[in-house]
């Protein structure tokens, strides 16, 4: 009974930081996953630089990006922020 009481405040504390810390984080992971699988060509991203670009192509690890109309770059999915227009 003693070994009960010394491990239910580390076993309470655990369950508190896995539904304030961890849960929404891989909630907000799944959603940013989600929205990059659903881009297609027209629409226009934010990336992690803060550039706004226009998707060009579609490819299995990198977007093709127009960054306005002569200049067409690869950049890799991961740099994508948000959807332009997005509520943040």
């Known amino acids: 009974m003693e070994f009960l ?3 239910f405040p580390f076993v309470f504390l655990i369950a508190i930081m896995y539904f304030v810390i961890i ?5 907000e992971a799944k959603k940013k996953k989600e929205m990059i699988e659903s881009l297609k060509k027209g629409d226009k991203i934010v ?3 803060g550039f706004i670009a226009e998707v060009y192509k ?3 690890k990198f977007l093709k990006v127009k960054l306005n109309d002569d200049t067409v ?9 948000r959807k332009f227009g997005d509520e943040v």
């Open 5 to 7: 009481a010394q491990i």
């Open 23 to 27: 849960r929404p984080q891989q909630q």
């Open 47 to 49: 990336t992690n630089g």
């Open 58 to 60: 579609v490819e299995e």
């Open 73 to 81: 770059v690869r950049l890799e999915k991961d740099f994508v922020l």
